[in-house]
Nanobody, 120 residues
Framework: QVQLQESGPGLVKPSQTLSLTCTVS??????????WTWIRQPPGKGLEWMGN???????YYSPSLKSRTYIYRDTSKNQFSLQLGSVTHDDPAVYYC????????????WGRGTLVTVSS
C-alpha cells in the first residue's frame, strides 16, 4: 500500500519561504506512470493544484504560483519537497502531497495533509 506523509513547519512568517517534504512508502517516486503532486486547500475554499514532479524529475507548476514555487526530490530518501516563497496571508492552507496518474489530475493516494499558517 502506498503511503505519503507530509512534514514541515506549521507556522511561517510573512515574506518567508514555506518548506514541506513528503515521504513516500510503498512505491518509488521513480516509478513510471505516476507524478508526485502538491495540492492545497485554504480555509473555506476548494482544492488548488500547485504543481508536481514526474518520475523522471520534470516539474510542472500552476501558472498562478509558478514564480514562487519550487518542487524537487531526493530519490535516495524517496521524498519530494515543496518550497513556496514570499508567503502572504493568502497562503494559509492544508497542504497535501499526493500521487497522481501521469497525464491526468486523478489522485489515487493522498497524504493526510498538514496545516500551515502564516503569522508574524
Amino acid at each position: 500500500q502506498v503511503q505519503l506523509q507530509e512534514s514541515g513547519p506549521g507556522l511561517v512568517k510573512p515574506s518567508q519561504t514555506l518548506s514541506l517534504t513528503c515521504t513516500v512508502s510503498g512505491d518509488s517516486i521513480t516509478t513510471d506512470y505516476y507524478y508526485w503532486t502538491w495540492i492545497r486547500q485554504p480555509p473555506g475554499k476548494g482544492l488548488e493544484w500547485m504543481g508536481n514532479i514526474s518520475n523522471r524529475g520534470n516539474t510542472y507548476y500552476s501558472p498562478s504560483l509558478k514564480s514562487r514555487t519550487y518542487i524537487y526530490r531526493d530519490t535516495s530518501k524517496n521524498q519530494f519537497s515543496l518550497q513556496l516563497g514570499s508567503v502572504t496571508h493568502d497562503d494559509p492552507a492544508v497542504y497535501y502531497c499526493a500521487r497522481t496518474l501521469r497525464g491526468s489530475a486523478c489522485v489515487d493516494y493522498w497524504g493526510r495533509g498538514t496545516l500551515v499558517t502564516v503569522s508574524s
